[in-house]
C-alpha cells in the first residue's frame, strides 16, 4: 500500500530509501513512500520531488555511485541518483544529501566507533546524532561521525583511559566503541572518549 504522496513513476527505477526488511512505519519516519506489492523492487523509496530536488547536481559535481555501463535500476537500487542525458559525465551518482553525509559519515567501515547496539535501527540511530550505514556487514552499523570523533577522540595521553588490552585492534578498540591512537608508544592506545 502506498502511504506517501506523488509515489507513482516506474517501480523498477524506485531509488532507495531504506534497507532490507524495514517497515513501513521506518520509511514513513523517513518521509519516503512505501509499496511491498510489488517483489523485486525497492518497496522504501523517494518521492518524485525528493528525487529532483536531491539529485538536481551539476554534471562536473557528481560523485560516482556506480561502474561504467550500470544500468538506470541497478543504480536506483544502490540509492542512487541516475540521468544519462549529458555525455561523458557520470550517470549514477550520489544525491546532494549522500554527498553531505559521505563527508561526514565517510568512516572507513573497519575504523567505525560504535555509536549503537545490535539490531539498532536507522531511526534510533538518528535520534543519537549518529552515522547509520548497514551496507557492510560485519562491522558498526550506527557509528560516530568524522566530527564526533575528531572532538571527543582529543584526549591528551597522560589522561586517557584504558578501554582495551594489551594487543587490542583497532577494529577491536572501535567496536567497543573507544578511540584508538597509536601513534604514541608507552601510552593507551585504546582509550574511552571525551566524557566517557
Known amino acids: 500500500m502506498v502511504t506517501a504522496k506523488n509515489c507513482g513513476g516506474s517501480p523498477q527505477l524506485r531509488r532507495n530509501c531504506g534497507y532490507p526488511g ?90 567505525r566507533r560504535n555509536c549503537g547496539y545490535p539490531g539498532i535501527s536507522s531511526s534510533e540511530c538518528t535520534k543519537r546524532d549518529c552515522c547509520f550505514d548497514s551496507s557492510t556487514p560485519g562491522v558498526n552499523w550506527c557509528f560516530y561521525s568524522k566530527e564526533q570523533d575528531n572532538s571527543q577522540c582529543a584526549v591528551n595521553a597522560v589522561d586517557r583511559r584504558d578501554c582495551g588490552f594489551p594487543g587490542i585492534t583497532d577494529t577491536q578498540c572501535y567496536s567497543r566503541g573507544c578511540c584508538f591512537n597509536a601513534s604514541k608508544p608507552g601510552t593507551k592506545w585504546c582509550f574511552y572518549p571525551n566524557g566517557k
Not at 56 to 81: F, L, Q, S
Request: charged fraction near 20%; charge should be negative; include cysteine.
Open 22 to 111: 524495514i517497515s513501513s512505519a521506518e520509511c514513513d519516519n523517513r518521509n519516503c513512500c512505501y509499496d511491498s506489492s510489488i517483489p523485486g523492487v525497492n518497496w522504501c523509496f523517494y518521492t518524485q520531488e525528493q528525487n529532483k530536488a536531491q539529485c538536481a547536481v551539476n554534471p562536473p559535481d557528481r560523485t560516482d555511485c556506480g561502474y561504467p555501463g550500470i544500468t538506470a535500476t541497478e543504480c536506483h537500487n544502490r540509492g542512487c541518483c541516475f540521468n544519462s542525458s549529458v555525455p561523458g559525465v557520470k550517470w549514477c551518482f550520489f544525491s546532494k544529501e549522500q554527498q553531505n553525509e559521505q563527508y561526514e559519515c565517510g568512516v572507513f567501515p573497519y575504523k
